[in-house]
């Protein structure tokens, strides 16, 4: 069974630019979340897809979106990138809220 | 003050040794999530769990919901346990979870 696949593994940015990252779920798994990691402030929520709706945001700003698609794959869009936005972006499944989570490996983002 | 405080930040353990890390919450939840983080940054789901206890291999997770405290327990400690370990509270609403984390701590074991 594949695991959650998250593309690319490493991205570098500049400033200013937007970057998209990709998430694919285990199959059957139509919950998908995104966490930001940084060593400052650790693992933080970003936002919960299921079923294509938005069911929680995080505390960040309206530079961070993204979206589910039908088939569970999701994306993540980081607008106007600043150099505090360089982290390692993890996305999970889950079939539901009675089950844990499965993560990908992340996105390792660079801002420079 | 962070709704997820764990203990000790860093642990060096000798190989062998019985291992505890502690997580304190301060809201209600419907369940805790353990979480074991290798250098390289893959995460890997440990245990989930709303009451008592669980165990898989060497690894043995508790929980006391009144005493909103869970603790993660190693047996016979090995080098390959060496990670970070998190504890993660969801914060429900709106039938949807908000995984709040802990700091991790940081476990060597030296051989």
């Known amino acids: 069974k594949a695991g959650v696949t998250q593309t690319p593994r490493y991205l570098i940015k500049t400033r200013g630019q937007q970057v998209t990252l990709s998430c694919s779920p285990i199959s059957g798994h139509r919950s998908v979340s995104w966490y930001q990691q940084t060593p400052g402030q650790g693992l933080q929520f970003l936002f919960e897809y299921f079923s294509e709706t938005q069911r929680n945001k995080g505390n960040f700003p309206g530079r961070f979106s993204g979206r589910q698609f039908s088939n569970s794959r999701s994306e993540m869009n980081v607008s106007t990138l600043e150099l505090g936005d360089s982290a390692l972006y993890l996305c999970?499944?889950?079939?539901?809220?009675?089950?844990?989570?499965?993560f990908g490996s992340g996105t390792r983002l660079t801002v420079v | 003050k962070n709704e997820v405080e764990q203990s000790p930040q860093n642990l060096t353990a000798q190989e062998g040794e019985f291992i505890t890390i502690n997580c304190s919450y301060s809201?209600?939840?419907?369940?805790l999530h353990w979480l074991q983080q290798h250098p390289g940054g893959g995460i890997v789901s440990l245990f989930m769990?709303?009451?008592g206890k669980k165990k898989h291999g060497r690894l043995i997770a508790t929980i006391n919901i009144q005493e909103k405290h869970s603790s993660l327990h190693i047996t016979a400690s090995h080098p390959r346990d060496s990670a970070v370990y998190i504890c993660a509270v969801p914060l429900s609403g709106a039938g949807s979870y908000q995984l709040t984390f802990g700091k991790g701590t940081k476990l060597s074991v030296i051989p």
């Open positions: 809201v209600g939840i419907s369940a």
């Open positions: 999970a499944s889950r079939q539901g809220p009675d089950y844990g989570y499965t």
């Open positions: 769990l709303s009451s």
